[in-house]
């Protein structure tokens, strides 16, 4: 079986991003991690990543304009061989061309059941609506923020004494398992 090439783009620690490398190390998996890249040179996850042995790219988009920075990061998925880029805690936002090169081939998990909570705070605005279900979503990336085919979703019981970040904690739990085994059957296509 040709395992297919994945990139991971992170802003942070890279939870997400250490559950698709765990989960890749399987024999059965389909795809492998052949490239962590952030936006932020000084991102915990890229330290684990290279610990791991996986290859990491970093460049700081400040002062080079969204155009220049999407075009090196899209340089460094492109020579990594990467078929499909699995957003991890990435908190950039994709341009349209960037979308356009890699149209239908980028995922990301997002801490809500979606179509519900787009963007931030997703947590404390299912919490303060008095929903009674939270969860998180994979789906496949567009131009419009969290609006892709969903892909997955697990949904979470929102308990009555919870708050944001007991919620959070919870919801990322569910993310753990869900993003691999979403990432696994949109890899097997």
């Known amino acids: 079986m040709k395992r297919k090439r994945v990139g991971v783009l992170i802003s942070g620690r890279g939870s997400n991003m250490q559950a698709l490398v765990a989960a890749s190390r399987k024999a059965d998996c389909p795809y492998e991690v052949v490239l962590v890249a952030s936006d932020k040179p000084d991102a915990a996850g890229l330290a684990w990543a290279t610990e791991q ?47 356009d090169a890699l149209r239908g081939r980028i995922v990301n998990i997002h801490p809500s059941l979606l179509p519900k909570y787009k963007g931030l705070d997703t947590h404390a605005r299912a919490i303060a609506a008095g929903d009674t279900m939270a969860g998180c979503s994979v789906h496949v990336v567009t131009e419009e923020l969290d609006a892709g085919e969903i892909l997955g979703q697990v949904a979470i019981p929102v308990l009555d004494d919870d708050d944001a970040d007991a919620l959070a904690a919870r919801v990322l739990v569910a993310e753990h398992a869900l993003y691999p085994s979403v990432l696994a059957e949109f890899t097997s296509r």
Do not use: H
């Open 53 to 99: 042995g996986v290859a990491t790219f970093a460049l700081l988009p400040r002062g080079i304009g969204k155009a220049a920075y999407e075009a090196q990061m899209l340089a460094a998925l492109t020579e990594a061989r990467v078929d499909v880029v699995a957003l991890a805690g990435y908190m950039r936002l994709l341009s349209e061309d960037f979308v």
